[in-house]
């Protein structure tokens, strides 16, 4: 299973566009790399989920190099309501497609 | 999107007691299962993985006699900590997949408390 690495914590203002990093140098080329976002006591919120390139939806974008050995989670104009610990996690279909997640980063937005 | 449901929300249970916790997938057939802990201010500790009708699966440390874990349908899992002591203490988060893709739903966790 790919380990992943990301920043422990970052702070960010309101109105503000937040990139969080991820380095995944092991990925096997069967993963796929997903973001989640957790509140305290809640369970983890799917955001996002790409292969390769550029990935957009309604909420965030993630940029995937060539490589595939880094993705960026781009979060656009954060409020406070996003102040939350988001997690990368590396996972392919093979063999169930368990994840383990990493320590996560956890951001602070202020106003 | 896909539910996950858990029940219950939060249980308070005596020291040596057995605690049951469910975890229902609500709108799909989940042919996989998740189980994390997750201690405060850490991040989520995969416990094991269960695939409908079959044995789980336990990541290496956890007791499999003491976290038994039971996914009898394709929408539901169980995870009963038995024999539970203060130390089991945590929140109990589930994550079932539909197997057509890599992503899990996860459901919104269970506190256990133990005293």
């Known amino acids: 299973l790919a380990k992943t690495t990301q920043p422990i914590s970052m702070d960010s203002y309101e109105g503000q566009e937040v990139n969080i990093t991820c380095s995944h140098n092991n990925i096997a080329t069967n993963d796929y790399i997903t973001w989640y976002q957790q509140f305290p006591s809640q369970g983890p919120r799917f955001i996002i989920q790409?292969?390769?390139t550029k990935v957009t939806n309604e909420v965030a974008s993630l940029f995937i190099p060539a490589d595939r050995k880094s993705s960026t989670l781009s979060l656009p104009r954060v409020s406070l309501s996003d102040t939350a610990v988001y997690y990368c996690?590396?996972?392919?279909?093979?063999?169930?497609?368990?994840?383990?997640f990493g320590a996560g980063t956890r951001l602070f937005v202020k106003a | 999107g896909a539910v996950v449901s858990q029940h219950p929300s939060w249980v308070i249970c005596k020291s040596g007691t057995s605690v049951k916790i469910e975890c229902r997938s609500l709108?799909?057939?989940?042919?996989?299962m998740f189980w994390y802990r997750q201690f405060p201010k850490q991040s989520l500790m995969l416990m094991a993985t269960?695939?409908?009708?079959?044995?789980?699966?336990?990541e290496q440390g956890v007791e499999k006699d003491k976290f038994l874990i039971n996914h009898a349908s394709l929408t539901l899992s169980t995870l009963t900590v038995t024999s539970a002591h203060p130390e089991d203490s945590s929140f109990y988060i589930c994550?079932?997949?539909?197997?057509?893709?890599?992503?899990?739903?996860f459901g919104p966790g269970t506190r256990l408390t133990v005293t």
């Open positions: 994550s079932a997949s539909a197997g057509t893709g890599v992503e899990q739903y």
């Open positions: 269960s695939n409908e009708g079959s044995k789980a699966t336990y």
């Open positions: 709108d799909f057939q989940a042919t996989t």
């Open positions: 790409g292969y390769k």
């Open positions: 996690l590396v996972g392919g279909n093979t063999g169930g497609f368990k994840t383990i």
